[in-house]
């Protein structure tokens, strides 16, 4: 559960977090945003404190239902340091990384990298950034993750999260259900109130 965190960066000797997310599904920032609707972004939790989560401008609204401190690109100065790469992102990334660590209170230490994205694009960052900035010691980890660990136990409100899940889960189960119960059987064939055949292409139809 996300109160054993702290004691799982303990173990591993991790000063902070940085979760790296793509526009491709997360499991890590679904697990600490509680499932709000974001693309891309970056989460950074020192060893101690609440996660910082960072977001595109124009998801900051949506972001802040995670309950998580907030701040977009623009508020961390994104735009002036792609301005100072000429326009290179990548080589924009690297003080960018930097900033998002120090404004999470993370001024220096061992860094565990979490999250998806394009892995030669994430390595190369990491090797820059440890290049220009030596204070920080980006880690990766296999086997059993922080975050495998962490899944394990739940609190109240990932119960509670995971029931409100699986209420409406069965509730989309239960409409296509319904739809094929409210025909009729004429031997082997379902039909319709016309005898027609129930055909899966209807079914598909109905649940779109």
């Known amino acids: 559960m996300k ?8 173990t591993r000797g991790l000063d902070g977090l940085m ?22 972004g970056k989460i950074i939790k020192r060893r101690g404190y ?90 990766g980890e296999t086997g059993m993750t922080l975050f495998d660990e962490a899944y394990l136990t739940k609190d109240a409100d990932e119960i509670a999260r995971l029931k409100a899940i699986g209420i409406h889960t069965a509730e989309v189960l239960r409409e296509p259900w319904d739809f094929i119960a409210a025909h009729r059987a004429e031997g082997d064939t379902v039909v319709n109130s016309a005898g027609e055949p129930l055909r899966i292409g209807d079914v598909k139809r109905f649940v779109r």
């Open 3 to 10: 109160a054993d965190l702290d004691r799982l960066m303990e």
């Open 19 to 40: 979760i790296v997310c793509s526009e491709a599904f997360s499991a890590e920032r679904d697990y600490l945003t509680g499932g709000v609707h974001i693309t891309g």
């Open 50 to 139: 609440s996660p910082l989560l960072i977001v595109n401008p124009m998801e900051t609204e949506e972001a802040k239902k995670s309950g998580l401190r907030t701040l977009s690109y623009s508020e961390l100065g994104w735009q002036d340091f792609v301005r100072e790469a000429e326009g290179v992102w990548v080589r924009a990334e690297v003080p960018f990384w930097a900033r998002c660590l120090q404004e999470a209170g993370i001024p220096e230490g061992k860094i565990g990298v979490y999250g998806v994205g394009s892995l030669n694009e994430i390595l190369d960052i990491v090797r820059r950034v440890s290049d220009a900035y030596p204070q920080y010691r980006f880690e």
